[in-house]
């Protein structure tokens, strides 16, 4: 899961396993969530999104899902290929008389082993 | 240019210098953001503009300033750089004003000595 500090949490999975990538939510107004994918020098990328009202989204190999009970949301990512290793971060969002507030995780490093 | 691009890639640059980090972006998108990423944090919002011609703060403003005189190209400049502002600074846009999809940069890494 993600946390607050100066290390990143980390996962280790043997390529073509499965992993499941795990985000704890602060706020139970946010109305939408969003996985990121960072590669070591790049940008943040989007990978997938789901909103509030729904609890599973699946995209191709990857699913979100959202647990708003206890505000827990994850990324599960079939069949990893070293191509996913990167730090993968949520982020949630919270719409308040048209004004929206983006928070973002710290992330968790996955590493995909050949 | 296809997307965002950032300028510099990265910089070191000695406290109390002013410096402008670049930012343009061809997809026509109306909203543009600047965010600083520092590790153990999570990307923290500096500056926002929502169109052309308008801009608003974001959580961490302080020491920083943004224009946006044009769709295009949104600068963000440090008027008198200190070491607490060296950072990974990530430059994103966004189709509408929703902040749903943000597409970001490659980043700019600034040390500030």
């Known amino acids: 899961g993600e946390s607050v500090g100066l290390h990143l949490p980390t996962l280790s999975v043997q390529e073509g396993d499965n992993s499941i990538i795990n985000c704890a939510y602060s706020?139970?107004?946010?109305?939408?969530f969003i996985w990121y994918k960072q590669e070591s020098g790049k940008g943040p990328q989007f990978i997938i999104d789901?909103?509030?009202?729904?609890d599973k989204r699946q995209g191709q190999r990857v699913t979100v899902l959202l647990n708003k009970t206890v505000k827990h949301l994850s990324l599960q990512i079939a069949a990893t290929q070293p191509g996913d290793s990167a730090v993968y971060f949520c982020?949630?969002?919270?719409?308040?008389?048209?004004?929206?507030?983006?928070?973002f995780g710290t992330g968790t490093r996955l590493t995909i082993i050949p | 240019i296809a997307g965002i691009t950032q300028a510099p890639t990265s910089q070191i640059l000695a406290a109390g210098r002013r410096m402008t980090l670049r930012c343009t972006q061809d997809?026509?998108?109306?909203?543009m953001y600047w965010y600083r990423q520092d590790l153990g944090l999570g990307l923290r919002l500096i500056h926002y503009?929502?169109?052309?011609?308008?801009?608003g703060k974001g959580e961490v403003p302080d020491g920083y300033s943004v224009s946006r005189a044009n769709t295009d190209d949104f600068p963000l400049t440090l008027a008198s750089a200190v070491p607490s502002q060296t950072s990974v600074y990530f430059c994103?846009?966004?189709?509408?004003?929703?902040?749903?999809?943000?597409?970001f940069g490659p980043g700019t890494r600034l040390t500030v000595l």
């Open positions: 997809m026509r998108h109306n909203a």
């Open positions: 706020n139970s107004a946010s109305d939408y």
């Open positions: 994103a846009s966004s189709p509408g004003t929703s902040i749903n999809e943000q597409f």
């Open positions: 982020a949630e969002k919270k719409s308040n008389f048209g004004n929206e507030k983006l928070t």
């Open positions: 503009s929502n169109t052309a011609g308008t801009t």
């Open positions: 789901i909103r509030s009202n729904m």
